[in-house]
């Protein structure tokens, strides 16, 4: 399968990124990775925004889970940097959330204890040149699509 590597010079093209993003996704799971700072809340924001979700878009780093309600699917953005075990997910309600009819967005994936192995895309989110570089990796035939469909055009 292959990887998408794109460079983002600022937090506007983050945001559309994720704007894109929405344009392409459907149910399923993307793992987001990243140091703390490099723009996964942001991209979700930005994904958020392009479903149409209006509302306050914060990290869940506190909260855990955060819900969002939005007319083409359901989104729940997960933050495991807290996670004290793997199996605290089980408390959370990790397998109520059916991705066949969710999208969950997973940051901190590595906190799952190999519960997220398997994905649908993950998203790497680095610092480089006063921007980020994002490597958007496929873990499935869905996550490739996803990809193939952000893929610039020649």
């Given amino acids: 399968m292959a990887e998408l590597t794109l460079l983002?010079?600022?937090?506007a093209a983050t945001l559309a990124l994720g704007a894109k993003l929405a344009q392409v996704v459907g149910p399923g799971l993307v793992r987001l990775q990243g140091e703390l700072g490099a723009g996964k809340t942001c991209l979700v924001r930005g994904l958020l925004r392009?479903?149409?979700?209006?509302?306050?878009?914060?990290?869940?780093?506190?909260?855990?889970?955060?819900p969002y309600a939005t007319e083409r699917l359901p989104v729940s953005h997960w933050d495991l940097y807290r996670l004290g075990s793997a199996s605290e997910l089980d408390a959370l309600?990790?397998?109520?959330?059916?991705?066949?009819?969710?999208?969950?967005?997973?940051?901190?994936?590595?906190?799952?204890?190999?519960?997220?192995?398997r994905f649908?895309?993950?998203?790497?989110?680095?610092?480089?040149?006063g921007g980020r570089v994002v490597r958007m990796t496929p873990?499935?035939?869905l996550g490739q699509s996803w990809v193939e469909a952000l893929r610039p055009t020649a």
């Avoid at 983002?8 to 937090?11: A, I």
């Avoid at 649908?120 to 040149?129: F, K, M, T, V, W």
């Fill in 120 to 129: 649908d895309l993950e998203i790497r989110i680095d610092y480089a040149d």
């Fill in 50 to 66: 392009g479903l149409g979700y209006q509302g306050r878009v914060k990290s869940p780093t506190y909260t855990l889970v955060e």
């Fill in 93 to 117: 309600g990790l397998r109520e959330h059916d991705r066949a009819h969710e999208l969950l967005l997973v940051e901190w994936p590595e906190r799952a204890g190999g519960r997220l192995d």
């Fill in 8 to 11: 983002l010079p600022d937090e």
């Fill in 139 to 141: 873990g499935s035939a």
